[in-house]
């Protein structure tokens, strides 16, 4: 009997322990979206961040280039080393992709890749305050949207 609820003691604290216990699938995708972006984000500059995060509260998409091409010309050579991070994200053997490959492998045969769960792992982004990777997973959409249009 001893043994037995040890063993019941043991599995109850893993599963306590357990940080994705209990949490909706979209909260874990879009924790783990927020550690990816983290990759990128720390290797970038903080004008270049909120100037990312910007795009989350722009009105227009022409008020966010007007934005980016202000901090851009007033800050070329840090924006040249910026946009290098930004196009890092692209990279077959770069951190960025290896880390969203992972979390793609992870989430594989669930149902994350539904508009209805795009929407949905954005407000946990925002829930968990991760602007970062809210505003690159906006681009990205944006990306894929513009895909979908170009090839119809």
């Known amino acids: ?22 949490q909706s699938l979209e909260r874990q995708a879009a ?3 927020c550690e990816c ?19 989350l509260i722009a009105e227009t ?14 800050n070329p050579d840090q924006a040249a080393k910026d ?6 994200m692209s990279d077959d053997n770069g951190q960025f992709l290896r880390c969203i ?11 994350l890749d539904t ?10 982004l925002y829930e968990i305050e991760c602007d970062f990777a809210a ?4 681009f990205g959409a944006e990306v894929q949207e513009a895909e979908v249009t170009e090839s119809e």
């Open 61 to 74: 998409q022409e008020e966010f280039d007007n934005a980016m091409l202000t901090y851009i010309t007033n």
């Open 115 to 124: 508009p209805d769960m795009y929407n949905s792992v954005m407000v946990e």
């Open 1 to 22: 009997m001893k043994k037995l609820i040890f063993t019941l003691t043991l599995a109850f604290a893993f599963i306590a322990n357990n940080s994705s216990f209990g």
């Open 101 to 111: 490959s992972k979390m793609e492998m992870k989430y594989d045969n669930t149902e």
């Open 37 to 55: 972006s983290h990759i990128i984000e720390n290797n970038v500059s903080p004008a270049f961040k909120e100037i990312i995060g910007f795009k």
């Open 31 to 33: 924790l783990d979206i």
């Open 135 to 138: 505003a690159l997973f906006l």
């Open 83 to 88: 946009m290098q991070w930004m196009q890092s």
